[in-house]
Nanobody, 123 residues
Framework: QVQLVESGGGLVQPGGSLRLSCAGSGSIFRINEMGWYRQAPGKERELVALIRSGGRTNYADSVKGRFTISRDDAKNTVYLQMDSLKPEDTAVYYC?????????????????WGQGTQVTVSS
């Protein structure tokens, strides 16, 4: 069974930094595309950043220049370094990954979500 576990959320003052981690575990053959999404109260979930297996990245305009996504394939982990945080970054942050995994003698592919971690930016 495959799962994603996030860590690193919390309360930070405006202008501060946080680093989120999301580690995959289970019968993983390969993690393909990985991304971070967020959902603020009363709003839809939105894409924050994406990193492909070759390392190419995409960012939402609202976080460009402030957030950095990276991955460590040896650890099946994706990171989100968040700097210069603003109150409008307050949300629950979710990681998502497209994972190829072993299922018995078969190899399958599916998308997985982490449980979410709260990030609150407030003075």
């Amino acid at each position: 069974q495959v799962q994603l576990v996030e860590s690193g959320g919390g309360l930070v003052q405006p202008g501060g930094s946080l680093r989120l981690s999301c580690a995959g575990s289970g019968s993983i053959f390969r993690i393909n595309e990985m991304g971070w999404y967020r959902q603020a109260p009363g709003k839809e979930r939105e894409l924050v950043a994406l990193i492909r297996s070759g390392g190419r990245t995409n960012y939402a305009d609202s976080v460009k220049g402030r957030f950095t996504i990276s991955r460590d394939d040896a650890k099946n982990t994706v990171y989100l370094q968040m700097d210069s945080l603003k109150p409008e970054d307050t949300a629950v942050y979710y990681c998502n990954a497209d994972i190829t995994y072993y299922s018995g003698i078969t190899i399958l592919n599916d998308a997985y979500w982490g449980q979410g971690t709260q990030v609150t930016v407030s003075s």
